[in-house]
T-cell receptor, first 112, second 111 residues
Framework: NAGVTQTPKFRVLKTGQSMTLLCAQD?????MYWYRQDPGMGLRLIHY???????AKGEVPDGYNVSRLKKQNFLLGLESAAPSQTSVYFC???????????FGDGTRLSIL | DAKTTQPTSMDCAEGRAANLPCNHS???????VYWYRQIHSQGPQYIIH???NNETNEMASLIITEDRKSSTLILPHATLRDTAVYYC????????????FGTGTRLQVTL
């Protein structure tokens, strides 16, 4: 039982490049979330999903897109990366909203 | 959502109880109090949550005041592995977008 797995763990991009971060969970959870964590700012919610085929905006959605084509996967896309998107990205899942969230180990993304 | 206030940092001797306070004076009746922690650069880890009553699990105890304006997370016998940033927040279980982590309390457990 792997829990929440994030791919890749590290990545360096140039400004303007695109990439997709993958989050996979094997707990059959309905809810999935993408956060970013910047120094001194805690975690901020980017987008979330309440079930397969659904997505919704969080606190800081600009510059990101997401998709939830399969219940176990939640993808975070950066179409045109900017240095301001340099951060650590965490994915999480929960059985229902309000239930404990299970987090992955993060993706460290640097944009030059 | 209720704004939470936590001390920036705390120290605790190994083997002693660590008591981490959190103020949430504007909490509403349907908001739970949640505690998570983040060890070094790992993903946050759920610890405990509660609404009104005190709660205990294998990791910690949560004491919520009667007026629900503050709470305390208790680690009964802190170890070096409990050194982490501890986050307290109040969330409405009906709205996923309102679960917001603040900057937390950095707990340093020392020998």
């Amino acid at each position: 039982n792997a829990g929440v797995t994030q791919t890749p763990k590290f990545r360096v991009l140039k400004t303007g490049q695109s990439m997709t971060l993958l989050c996979a969970q094997d707990m059959n959870h309905e809810y999935m979330y993408w956060y970013r964590q910047d120094p001194g700012m805690g975690l901020r919610l980017i987008h979330y999903s309440v079930g397969e085929g659904t997505t919704a905006k969080g606190e800081v959605p600009d510059g990101y897109n997401v998709s939830r084509l399969k219940k176990q996967n939640f993808l975070l896309g950066l179409e045109s990366a900017a240095p301001s998107q340099t951060s650590v990205y965490f994915c999480a899942s929960s059985l229902e909203v309000g239930q404990p969230q299970h987090f992955g180990d993060g993706t460290r993304l640097s944009i030059l | 959502d209720a704004k939470t206030t936590q001390p920036t940092s705390m120290d605790c001797a190994e083997g002693r109880a660590a008591n981490l306070p959190c103020n949430h004076s504007t909490i509403s009746g349907n908001e739970y109090v949640y505690w998570y922690r983040q060890i070094h650069s790992q993903g946050p880890q759920y610890i405990i949550h509660g609404l009104k009553n005190n709660e205990t699990n294998e990791m910690a105890s949560l004491i919520i005041t009667e007026d629900r304006k503050s709470s305390t997370l208790i680690l009964p016998h802190a170890t070096l592995r409990d050194t982490a940033v501890y986050y307290c927040f109040a969330g409405d279980t009906g709205t996923a977008s309102k679960l917001t982590f603040g900057t937390g309390t950095r707990l340093q457990v020392t020998l």
